[in-house]
Nanobody, 127 residues
């Protein structure tokens, strides 16, 4: 059974940085499409970035390009999201997602397209 456990959220001032981690266990395929989504109460979940664990170009939403970096450490089975230059509008619950590799891996996939989803970690950015 695949499990995704996020950590690294917290409170930070505007302009600061945080690094989110998502430890994956129970993987049975050689490659997965993984990503990060976020949600603000009352709004739809927003896809931020995706990556293929076996290697491949990452996909970012415009709102985080140049500020956030997604990467995967296969030795640790851990997905990361390095977030720099954080702004109050980045305040949200952040979710890690994963699905067995697919050719259309990217932000065209909705949150519900991913078979596996973590419980989320809260990020709060104050001005």
């Amino acid at each position: 059974q695949v499990q995704l456990v996020e950590s690294g959220g917290g409170s930070v001032q505007a302009g600061g940085s945080l690094k989110l981690s998502c430890v994956a266990s129970g993987y049975t395929y050689n490659s997965y499409c993984m990503g990060w989504f976020r949600q603000v109460p009352g709004k739809e979940r927003e896809g931020l970035a995706t990556i293929i664990t076996g290697g491949g170009t990452a996909d970012y939403v415009d709102a985080v390009k140049g500020r956030f970096t997604i990467y995967y450490d296969s030795a640790k089975n851990t997905l990361y999201l390095q977030m720099n230059s954080l702004q109050p509008k980045d305040t949200a619950m952040y979710y890690c997602v994963a699905d067995p590799w697919r050719a259309n891996c990217g932000l065209g996939m909705s949150y519900n397209n991913f078979r596996h989803r973590g419980q989320g970690t809260q990020v709060t950015v104050s001005s």
